[in-house]
């Protein structure tokens, strides 16, 4: 999968030009049409982890991928995960909550590039929501 294919998937969910508020430069690892787009970073030499965007189109690719990602941050000795999304079909969080992530709701987030919400408010009313572990 290309980063195009990533994008389009990315904006088939939150709407027209949301993708150009993911970036997409780090570790993009996918299954079939399903992906996490991460970065890897060390924040006061702590391996942290900061998820860019989860997309799946179910839930057994999810796990597959999730799993994958796991024993690669293991590896490199991730101690903090991070995610943050638009509201969306809530099984990506549903699933991050099962596996022990805390998860919040942001208030008035704003993104950097405006967008053509899928549920036609302009601009975006979508509540954003964090996770992590």
């Given at each position: ?20 508020n ?11 049409k399903?992906?996490?787009a ?20 179910n839930?057994?690719?999810?796990k ?59 601009p ?10």
């Amino acid at each position: 999968m290309n980063s195009k294919e990533m994008r389009k998937y990315i904006d088939s969910e939150n709407g027209e030009g949301f993708n150009r508020n993911i970036k997409l430069d780090s570790y993009n690892f996918f299954k079939n049409k399903s992906f996490i787009a991460f970065k890897v970073c060390k924040v006061e030499d702590v391996g942290v982890v900061n998820i860019r965007y989860i997309y799946s189109d179910n839930k057994k690719d999810l796990k597959s991928l999730i799993a994958y990602c796991c024993n690669f941050w293991m590896g490199l000795g991730i101690k903090f995960i991070y995610y943050r999304e638009k509201e969306k079909d809530p099984y990506v969080v549903s699933y991050l909550k099962e596996l022990g992530f805390k998860t919040n709701y942001i208030e008035d987030f704003k993104w950097e590039y405006e967008f053509e919400c899928v549920k036609g408010e302009s601009p975006c009313k979508c509540r954003v929501i964090e996770s992590y572990v």
